[in-house]
DNA sequence: TATGTTAAATGACACCGTGTCATAAGTCAA
DNA sequence: TTGACTTATGACACGGTGTCATTTAACATA
């Protein structure tokens, strides 16, 4: 987290800052930019970085809780619109990030994020869906919204486990995306076979029982 | 790739290089660390590192292969002795993979590799299951041993995708049990609920129909 | 053995980025 | 105005990278 420095800022300068480090994050990936292009970029001292921000880790994941906040929103609301439906809403999320990537300056950004994956980067999308791990209140947020009828579980412990699932493989699915350059077209006929395969379960014995 | 000169090498010191470059990689993620200790663990000069690779990532992600590789054939051996049952192999493997992070140097050297994920690690990963992407002898030859009456798929071109779903759980599983230090059982355990949903489907409607 | 040719080894060096620190400049209350 | 505290600033020490000119080794050929 940003030092407490960085928050007592006008707005503006803040904005300035911001905006320059994500132009950095979009234009290399995380481990290849610096920050001496950052301050560049904002006009600001070298010093007056390390006044706000304990390094560029610091900066790069508040830039991701940033847009993962406000995309969770966005997925709660999808949620409570589908009356519950949770593969639904993975697909509806699914197709609106793809959307989103067309944007030129986010895109690019994510498209560093995601393919310079880190353990970290991979956590904070399965906040997207579930909250802030270990924080009981977030995931009972989803969970609360989620229709269980429609989804072929015993117990609600499983039901973390089935986000889980999801996040990993919708995950996965925006990475290949971005790394292999599909067209919209192909990654979300690719989506929909993994989620059709999800619902229907990979073994056949249950279908024959 | 490293170059032709590291190849040329006599067995002992190419051995010393690896050697040298996988205890580095175990004492710090790889964006930490350097090549000075390396070539100082090898006891080789800075300039010689550069004769035989391009750079750390060169030796990292060689070093990564070698040990895909030498799972890759152990899977294979797997699924031939369960007669081609791929979620059992895919425990199977599981298994073994926990039991092999039990040895001080390759954990490490792997809990660094696997927490800093890089979209090449999760790659190499997913190698490990289906050989190297578009190469079609490789994934024909897990698809050759697989026995597909065990599996609830209409084509063979799905197939491809539940490998997919399958190595992105199996990896997200490697990586909670090494980032949340949890220990054998409870990863175990994890892995068996999140194998058992995606057997049996995640929506309920399958079990009605 | 002498000679030429190619491959490999070596370490000094220029370059770049990081994080720190001493100092200067503000802010605000008494 | 003074003092206490917060913020700004940029020079600097440190460490790592990749290159390159030079030396050394390997080996073929006459």
């Known amino acids: 987290m940003p030092k407490s420095t960085f928050f007592n800022l006008h707005d503006s300068k803040r904005a300035k800052l911001l905006q320059a480090a994500e132009k950095e994050f979009a234009r290399v990936p995380l481990s290849q930019a610096s920050i001496a292009n950052i301050v560049k970029l904002a006009c600001v001292p070298r010093g007056s970085f390390y006044q706000y921000f304990h390094d560029k880790e610091d900066v790069f994941y508040y830039l991701l809780k940033l847009h993962t906040d406000k995309r969770r929103v966005y997925f709660l609301n999808v949620l409570k619109e589908s ?6 809403s993975m697909d509806q999320v699914f197709r609106t990030m793809l959307i989103e990537l067309t944007e030129e300056e986010h ?5 560093n994020a995601v393919l310079n994956v880190t353990h970290e980067i991979e956590d904070s999308f399965t906040e997207l869906f579930l909250g802030k791990q270990h924080e009981v209140d977030a995931v009972n947020q989803v969970r ?3 229709d269980f009828d429609k989804l072929n579980i015993d117990s609600k412990q499983e039901f973390f486990h089935v986000m889980q699932i999801l996040t990993s493989v919708t995950f996965r699915n925006i990475v ?3 790394s292999r350059n599909l067209s919209h077209e192909e990654a979300i006929e690719n989506f929909r076979i993994e989620m059709d395969l999800l619902r229907k379960g990979l073994s056949k014995a249950n279908s024959e029982g």
Do not use: I, P, Q
């Not at 009356?83 to 639904?88: A, E, H």
């Open 144 to 146: 609360d919204l989620v």
């Open 176 to 178: 290949d995306k971005l």
């Open 107 to 111: 895109l690019k950004f994510l498209k």
């Open 83 to 88: 009356n519950g439906d949770l593969m639904d």
